[in-house]
């Protein structure tokens, strides 16, 4: 398996484990309602959640504070 399809893969355990639906338009609301920069699309989260693509580290950051997880984690978790 590559690299985005298990970031992908632990993108949605986290958001199970945090109690919300994983749904592309779940995901971009919540995580916009957190990241300061420019919003992602609909489309940008359905890629991270198809594992078709992963999010800079920035955006690791935002997911990591919101679902919990421990940033010095992230390398680890995602």
């Known amino acids: 398996m590559d690299e985005k399809a298990e970031f992908s893969q632990r993108l949605r355990k986290a958001i199970e484990n945090a109690g919300y639906a994983v749904r ?3 995901l ?3 995580f ?3 990241y300061w ?3 992602v699309t609909v489309q940008a989260v359905r890629r991270w ?3 078709e693509a992963i999010p800079s580290q920035e955006k690791l950051q935002v997911l990591s504070d919101w ?3 421990e940033p010095h984690a992230c ?3 995602w």
């Open 75 to 77: 390398v680890t978790l």
């Open 37 to 39: 920069g420019r919003s």
């Open 49 to 51: 959640l198809r594992g």
């Open 32 to 34: 916009n309602t957190r």
């Open 67 to 69: 679902l919990k997880i």
């Open 24 to 26: 592309p338009i779940v």
């Open 28 to 30: 971009e609301r919540e």
